[in-house]
């Protein structure tokens, strides 16, 4: 089956399935130069990484990107004149409160529709998308539900994993599962973790301390909300796009306080006592939110920001996450 | 002191006053010397150099006296917009109202160049989580916070979606502090696919039609909260009288940009029309005299070409600006290299183009927002840069980067190659922070070699 690869959370996998393409919401790996850009300076490592993987991948027939920031709206510039697959850029409202917004981003999903018609060569029915959905739900609701019986970094894998391959990840398949070692309860707070980020929950675990709320955007903040069974079966479209545009908060989104309401009660729910905030170098939209969250949150706020090269992922990073957790024990 | 068009420093424009003023000088009420200004804080001005006409005196009086002139309309009973992001519209819409008066306190951008770091303001954002890493018009928060550059408006609204990260994430920030805003939506900007129907935009980009309805919806949404504030409604009547008006500024800004990037001889320095062309955005919060101010402008521009006068050499290289600079200072220093500015793209150059008057006004005004180069493709932007190198004969590109701003870091690489393959001139990239004098030997070395390398292609 032809894949599709992406990373952005607005981007509904369901969608992409229902019109028979395989979707696939890669993890990015760190480039430490600049990759298949002239100059590094001034761009997010999430992004740079992105053109990187972009322009030498090979199984996939299709890129999908959205505008929820303009570094990725202008790496799509890059994109078209770089990579040798159709690239398509979809508009995603930062605003969300009124009704043309998120009639943009159903339009938005319609017309991406008609981007994977052209690829996949055969029109989708409305049938498969209900059953696509259900599938992805269930699944969803499973992993979920598994978060108590595996250990902060094998969550954050299945999850990842969901995103990459689709339903067939369970979490009951989860390689070696091992419950959950107790621990300083902490939140990892951001945007989306490369796969040498993934180090961070052992290193958070080596350290005395656990990993109880991702809200990364590859965690569980970036998924969708559950569907509305009764409302997906009259208009399944609708209901897809109202669990993603409505269901998912970021730091994007104008105004954000959603994300600090959705934060406020995921924290208390699971007894955070500290948060790690990761966030990349020349990422705007979540370096902003650091001191508001700091002023926000009663609770010690670690800040570490991401350069993509190895000595912040192998040195700085351990090290400061060691200092964080000592100062809670 | 003669007549002959040069540039002066603020010393010798203090000389210069009194001579015009014994001339019989008429000036408006916000005129004066120059040098007063430095009295306000803004110190840049002393290591500037200025255009010496009567002309530039208002121009350059005008712009430094906005703030009190905000004061002075709210004195008056008018209520305040600080208009943040959209670059040229919804100033448009609340000048069509006679009780409104509209800001952008992007503006502060430029206070840490004119105050040489002295206001403290990109000290305020440090301390607010907003750092280097983030565009000079951090220094808005500190605006804000200090209320000493403009007063707090009643109403704010920015424009998101299609814009930079920078501006988008300081205004949440803003937000986060308890400033309300009124957040609307300008979708990036797209070509038509098969069977859509598409809009051809003022500037020449087009947008599909669907588009140009959601920008109105939009829109609709902010001529509502303005007709609140205002206590007004804005009929379609005065919207297309305050359309006419902000044409009349495009119309001059038309000719000005025309004559002063085309003359044989530099009719007026890059500073004063730098300055100028902000005008079309801002109107620094004076419509009318606005109109004025560029009217007795293109007078003297006139002028001075048809006396084939000028303020640079005949044999200045001929150079297109590419996005606004932090320091001021810069402009100088590319003439004092040999260059001159023949065309730019100060990121607003929709501003510039006439809004459409046989147009319904919201829709107008709608095409307007979507012909932003910022609000499209960075192909599209170099594209516009293409044919406006074409029309004013520029013989290279000079890509002026804005420190931590989310656009420039790969913007760059997509206009370099685009204006190197279609146009085949040079094309150089230069960073400016907000105050350059640690590095002016670099930039003046690297200005320098670009008008030389200008100079050596024209012996091929
Ligand atoms: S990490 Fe930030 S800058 Fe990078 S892609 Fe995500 S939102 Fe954009
Ligand atoms: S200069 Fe660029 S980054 Fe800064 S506010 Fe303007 S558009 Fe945004």
């Excluded at chain 1, 005395?208 to 991702?214: A, K, T």
């Excluded at chain 1, 995921?266 to 001191?291: N, P, Q, T």
């Excluded at chain 2, 004119?114 to 305020?124: N, Q």
């Excluded at chain 2, 007063?151 to 400033?179: H, K, M, W």
Aim: a negative charge; proline letters at 5%.
């Amino acid at each position: 089956m032809k894949t599709i690869i992406y990373t952005c959370p607005y981007v509904p996998a369901e969608w992409i399935a229902a019109h028979g393409l395989r979707p696939s919401r890669i993890i990015l790996s760190a480039v430490s130069s600049a990759g298949s850009i002239t100059r590094a300076e001034g761009v997010c490592p999430y992004v740079r990484a992105f053109i990187d993987e972009a322009t030498t991948e090979k199984r996939a027939c299709g890129v999908v990107m959205t505008t929820v920031c303009d570094q990725m709206r202008r790496a799509f510039d890059i994109l078209v004149r770089k990579c040798n697959l159709p690239v398509f850029l979809m508009n995603v409202p930062n605003t969300w409160q009124s009704v043309a917004a998120q009639k943009l981003y159903l339009d938005e999903l319609k017309r991406l529709g008609r981007f994977l018609i052209q690829l996949a060569g055969k029109s989708f029915s409305q049938d498969k998308l209900s059953q696509v959905m259900l599938e992805y739900d269930t699944v969803r609701a499973c992993i979920l539900a598994a978060r108590g019986h595996l250990t902060s970094r094998q969550y954050a894998e299945v999850i990842a994993a969901f995103g990459r391959d689709g339903p067939g990840t369970r979490p009951d398949n989860a390689e070696g599962a091992r419950p959950p070692i107790a621990g300083v309860p902490l939140a990892i707070v951001g945007g989306p973790l490369m796969k040498q980020s993934f180090d961070i929950f052992d290193i958070v675990e080596q350290s005395g301390g656990r990993i109880v709320l991702d809200a990364t955007e590859t965690g569980e903040r970036g998924m969708c909300a559950p569907f509305d069974r009764r409302r997906f079966r009259d208009d399944p479209l609708m209901e897809l796009a109202n669990a993603y545009f409505g269901g998912i908060q970021d730091a994007s989104r104008r105004p954000n306080n959603e994300l600090y309401k959705w934060l406020d009660h995921e924290l208390v729910s699971r007894g955070v006592r500290g948060i790690i905030f990761h966030r990349y170098l020349w990422c705007d939209m979540w370096h902003a939110e650091l001191w508001r969250l700091k002023d926000w949150v009663d609770l010690p706020v670690l800040d570490i920001d991401i350069g993509g090269d190895n000595e912040t992922y192998q040195h700085r990073t351990p090290n400061r996450i060691r200092a964080f957790l000592e100062m809670l024990q | 002191m003669s007549d002959m068009p040069r540039q002066i420093t603020l010393e010798e424009w203090d000389q210069r006053y009194e001579q015009l003023q014994k001339a019989g000088l008429h000036q408006p009420s916000y005129g004066g010397p120059l040098s007063r200004h430095v009295g306000d804080g803004d110190k840049r001005l002393l290591k500037l150099r200025y255009d010496n006409s009567a002309a530039a005196l208002r121009l350059w009086n005008f712009l430094l006296t906005e703030e009190d002139r905000l004061h002075e309309a709210r004195n008056k009973g008018k209520r305040l917009v600080g208009t943040m992001k959209d670059l040229g519209t919804v100033p448009v819409m609340a000048y069509s109202f006679d009780n409104l008066a509209a800001f952008y306190p992007d503006g502060a951008w430029w206070i840490p160049c004119m105050m040489e770091l002295d206001a403290g303001l990109l000290e305020i954002a440090d301390s607010l989580g907003i750092d280097e890493s983030f565009c000079p018009v951090r220094a808005m928060l500190g605006a804000f916070v200090t209320g000493a550059h403009f007063p707090i408006p009643e109403l704010l609204t920015c424009s998101v979606g299609a814009t930079c990260d920078d501006f988008s994430a300081i205004a949440q920030r803003l937000n986060g502090l308890g400033y309300p805003i009124l957040w609307w939506e300008v979708p990036h900007r797209r070509s038509g696919e098969p069977g859509e129907t598409t809009v051809k935009l003022p500037g020449g980009f087009s947008a599909p039609k669907c588009q140009v309805e959601f920008v109105k919806s939009e829109l609709e949404r902010l001529k509502t909260a303005l007709e609140e504030l205002a206590g007004q409604h804005l009929d379609e009547e005065k919207l297309s009288a305050g359309i006419k008006k902000a044409n009349q500024v495009r119309t001059y800004l038309a000719e000005i940009r025309q004559l002063a990037f085309t003359a044989e001889l530099c009719p007026m320095p890059a500073l004063e029309m730098l300055i100028a062309e902000m005008l079309a955005i801002h109107f620094c919060s004076d419509q009318d005299e606005t109109i004025e101010v560029l009217r007795e402008l293109l007078g003297e521009i006139k002028t001075r070409v048809q006396a084939g006068k000028g303020v640079l050499g005949a044999d200045a290289a001929r150079i297109f600006w590419v996005n606004p600079v932090a320091d001021l200072q810069v402009m100088n220093l590319l003439e004092d290299c040999g260059g001159r500015i023949c065309g730019t793209e100060y990121l607003f150059s929709h501003a510039l183009d006439t809004i459409p008057e046989d147009l319904r006004p919201v829709e107008a005004l709608a095409q307007m927002v979507l012909a932003d180069p910022m609000v499209g493709s960075s192909a599209d932007r170099a594209e516009r840069i293409c044919a406006d190198v074409r029309r004013f004969g520029a013989e290279a590109v000079l890509i002026s980067r804005i420190p931590g701003a989310s656009h420039c870091a790969l913007e760059g690489e997509v206009i370099s190659e685009i204006v190197q393959t279609e146009l085949d001139i040079p094309v150089l990239e230069i960073e400016v922070p907000p105050v350059t004098d640690s590095m002016r030997p670099t930039l003046r070395t690297r200005a320098e070699a670009l008008v030389e390398t200008i100079k050596a292609r024209r012996k091929r």
